[in-house]
């Protein structure tokens, strides 16, 4: 490239470069150019961010017989004291040709009922989209957060779901030659293969886990309220007996106990044994958790403190998690977002009248939004009651005396968040 072309380039682009800025001081100058955002609605949570180690009524289910086990339900599954847990068989085949045919009963009785609801209730192919919609974004997230036992079940609703569909539609009438099929494979396969030989029954009553991961007994359940920072430190895994083959977990209190810094302790200590806190295991669980504090373990106001959450929601997922990343969440503010940029300081007034009924005007500089009313800006005062990293939470009804005029940011008001020389009552183009 030529120095002259070049030079050509270097003026004609420092040249658009003057005009752009030209042409917006004229537009700042002459039509007052801002930019505003609704107040709107929102709700949030405050957290506090731990690990939580889980404690349990743990009892193991041992079984010193020989042969194949095949479980009689799912992790997470109730039973009561001497309930059969699982069925013990000569050979492994035998094993497998059971849980076989329990899936092909489960798809018999899913297709049944199916189609009894069909003939006596009416479901809009809209609702069953809507539902298959929801269930594949539901099974999806599960499968990528690796919640499997729950994608299980999302895979079955939405099964459950497409064949509703395909009845609305008249793609099919019944599914009677596809039960008279599974129910021949179902006949097929209990003539090739031998019944169980022995049970395994549960020792006491609460809900089955296969899974055993050595800290059932790493924490006495029954001094939980009594754990220290020290105690919490030292908790290891203990080997699990060879003859183990599942647990049951008893009560319907578990616990959920967490480290907390000494800054944190203090602010759950308001919630110390009051309903309304809430427990989130992001990698094990979608839903909340209703949870209680039941008691806080601190040496003193400096020192970390161990926190001890009684819980008795339950679900397959939650079943067998152990040491999880938890969200504790301790209040909740609802309110006017509104963006930090748009807080300004300004005067506002107050007018009232004294014992002799004289008028009093009062003025005092506040923190506040500009809010656009036509063509005018008005000042108004906001209460904060929650802060974001770029955005705060107003309340719209304040409690009387927490405003100085009692005047303050209302919904869906035009906040002016970019402006220059802004001021109360300014009038824009």
């Known amino acids: 490239m030529d120095k002259l072309l070049f030079k050509r380039i270097l003026i004609g682009a420092l040249t658009a470069l003057i005009l752009i800025y030209v042409i917006y001081l004229f537009l700042s100058a002459n039509f007052n150019v801002i930019q505003t955002e609704n107040a709107t609605q929102m709700t949030v949570t405050d957290k506090i961010y731990s690990e939580g180690f889980i404690v349990r009524n743990e009892e193991y289910i041992t079984n010193d017989s020989k042969g194949y086990i095949a479980y009689e339900l799912g992790d997470g599954g109730d039973i009561e004291a001497d309930g059969i847990v699982a069925k013990i068989y000569n050979s492994s085949a035998d094993a497998i040709a059971r849980q076989e045919i329990e899936s092909l009963e489960k798809q018999i009785n899913n297709l049944t009922v199916l189609t009894r609801s069909y003939y006596s209730e009416s479901t809009g192919l809209d609702v069953v989209d809507n539902q298959l919609n929801n269930q594949i974004i539901s099974f999806l997230g599960n499968i990528n957060k690796c919640r499997f036992t729950t994608a299980e079940n999302d895979l079955s609703n939405l099964l459950s779901s497409i064949n509703k569909r395909h009845l609305i539609t008249g793609q099919v009438t019944d599914f009677s030659a596809k039960i008279s099929e599974l129910e021949a494979e179902k006949q097929r396969i209990e003539n090739s293969s031998s019944e169980s030989i022995g049970l395994i029954k549960s020792p006491t009553a609460g809900y089955f886990v296969s899974v055993n991961d050595g800290f059932e007994k790493s924490v006495d359940y029954s001094k939980i309220t009594e754990l220290s920072v020290e105690d919490y430190d030292n908790i290891k895994p203990i080997k699990v007996p060879e003859n183990v083959i599942g647990k049951i977990v008893g009560n319907l209190n578990w616990y959920v106990v967490c480290k907390i810094p000494a800054k944190n302790a203090l602010n759950l200590s308001f919630f110390e044994n009051e309903d309304g806190v809430t427990l989130e295991m992001p990698f094990s669980s979608t839903d909340s958790i209703p949870t209680k504090i039941v ?49 300004h300081d300004d005067f506002v007034t107050k007018y009232s009248e004294d014992e002799d009924g004289n008028s009093k005007e009062e003025t005092k500089k506040v923190q506040g939004v500009y809010v656009l009313h036509g063509s005018e800006i008005q000042f108004k005062e906001v209460s904060i009651i929650y802060s974001g990293s770029d955005y705060v939470i107003c309340n719209p009804n304040p409690d009387d005396g927490v405003l100085f005029n009692g005047e303050t940011v209302q919904l869906y008001d035009k906040v002016v968040t970019q402006g220059d020389k802004l001021y109360d009552g300014k009038i824009v183009n």
């Not at 373990?297 to 067998?320: G, H, P, T």
């Open 295 to 343: 008691k806080i373990n601190q040496k003193d106001s400096e020192s970390d403190a161990i926190v001890i959450f009684e819980c008795n929601y339950m679900n397959s997922d939650l079943a067998d998690a152990r040491k999880e990343s938890v969200e504790i969440g301790i209040q909740e503010f609802s309110g006017l977002r509104i963006s930090k940029q748009a807080l």
